[in-house]
């Protein structure tokens, strides 16, 4: 969910920047040298998957594995999105730079969030119950996203609240194949590779 360089206000754009360099900071203090590897693993898959995006008014919609980032990486999410969105706006012109700080809030505050809600108890349950919590992880994350996008327009300019709107009606059916999404991956790297779930930071 990209939002357009040029439509948020000055001070939509000093709060998502303030918020973003807050949360990198952390980020980057908890992040273990030896897990540097899988913030750059899901930060490459979070690029690739929102590269296809469908246009909508002042944002985009897209697939983005938000909830995955978060239960693995926690606060780490938010250097992997920064840097994930940083290379679509210089490579593809994707969002921008000006906006790159509340892009970055957009998605990486909802990563941490649904980790701090979900990731504990996903890593103590048993594969089916973990799936059930990890569909509802993904499912939030994305709508937690629109909402995001939603907050900032509207606080640039209360004619944005239509489109606001919009925005997170188009991001329902999105949550739902996220949070299905989300669920197969947790199922699987439960079977596989339980470890991976165990986080990046200190």
Not at 81 to 102: R, T, Y
Not at 164 to 180: Q, T
Request: aromatic share 8%; charged share 10%.
């Amino acid at each position: 969910m990209h939002i357009s360089e040029g439509v948020l206000s000055t001070g939509a754009l000093a709060a998502g920047w303030a918020i973003t360099a807050a949360g990198t900071a952390v980020g980057l203090k908890k992040l273990k040298p030896e897990r540097i590897v899988r913030v750059a693993l899901l930060s490459s898959a979070f690029f690739l998957a929102s590269l296809v995006n469908v246009k909508i008014g002042p944002s985009s919609t897209h697939l983005s594995l938000i909830a995955p980032m978060g239960l693995v990486l926690g606060w780490s999410a938010f250097p992997a999105v920064l840097v994930a969105l940083l290379l679509q706006a210089l490579l593809f012109h994707f969002g921008g730079l000006a906006v790159l700080g509340p892009n970055t809030v957009d998605v990486a505050l909802p990563a941490l969030l649904v980790y701090l809600i979900f990731a504990r108890p996903i890593r103590r349950q048993n594969g089916a119950v973990a799936a059930v919590w990890a569909f509802a992880a993904g499912t939030l994350a994305v709508l937690l996203c629109a909402g995001g996008v939603g907050l900032f327009l509207g606080a640039t300019d209360e004619n944005f609240l239509g489109v606001a709107k919009v925005i997170f009606l188009a991001h329902v059916p999105v949550a739902f194949v996220e949070g299905a999404i989300t669920a197969f991956m947790v199922a699987w790297l439960k079977k596989v590779s339980p470890e991976f779930l165990s986080g990046v930071g200190r």
